[in-house]
Nanobody
Framework: QVQLAESGGGLVQPGGSVRLSCAAS????????VAWYRQFPGKDRELVAA??????HYTDSVKGRFTISRDNAKNTVYLQMNSLKPEDTAVYIC???????????WGQGTQVTVSS
C-alpha cells in the first residue's frame, strides 16, 4: 500500500507562488501516473495537472501558470503554482495510479488559499 503525503499549502497573496509536494512511501512511485486534483467547497474534484513517465497534461485554466514535475530520487511529484488567483483557492489532492495493476492511491490534501 503506497502512502502519499502532500505538503506546501498555505495562504498566499494574489500573484504569488507556492510549490506543493507529493511524497510517496515506495520507490515504485516513479513508474506511476501522478496527478494533482483540486476540490472546491461543494463541488466535484477537478483535474489540475498530471504527469506520466513521458508526458504532462494541464487543465486549460492553469496552463502557463502551473508546472508539474517529478524527482524520482526523492519519490516526489511537485506542483509549482505561479501567478496565483483567488479562484485557485481549493484543497489540492495528490493521486497516483499504478498503471500496471490498476491500483489507485489518494493523499489527504493540502489547502491553498489565495487572498490578500
Amino acid at each position: 500500500q503506497v502512502q502519499l503525503a502532500e505538503s506546501g499549502g498555505g495562504l498566499v497573496q494574489p500573484g504569488g507562488s507556492v510549490r506543493l509536494s507529493c511524497a510517496a512511501s515506495e520507490s515504485s512511485f516513479r513508474t506511476y501516473q501522478v496527478a494533482w486534483y483540486r476540490q472546491f467547497p461543494g463541488k466535484d474534484r477537478e483535474l489540475v495537472a498530471a504527469i506520466t513517465t513521458t508526458s504532462t497534461h494541464y487543465t486549460d485554466s492553469v496552463k502557463g501558470r502551473f508546472t508539474i514535475s517529478r524527482d524520482n530520487a526523492k519519490n516526489t511529484v511537485y506542483l509549482q503554482m505561479n501567478s496565483l488567483k483567488p479562484e485557485d483557492t481549493a484543497v489540492y489532492i495528490c493521486n497516483a495510479i499504478d498503471t500496471l495493476v490498476g491500483n489507485d492511491y489518494w493523499g489527504q490534501g493540502t489547502q491553498v488559499t489565495v487572498s490578500s
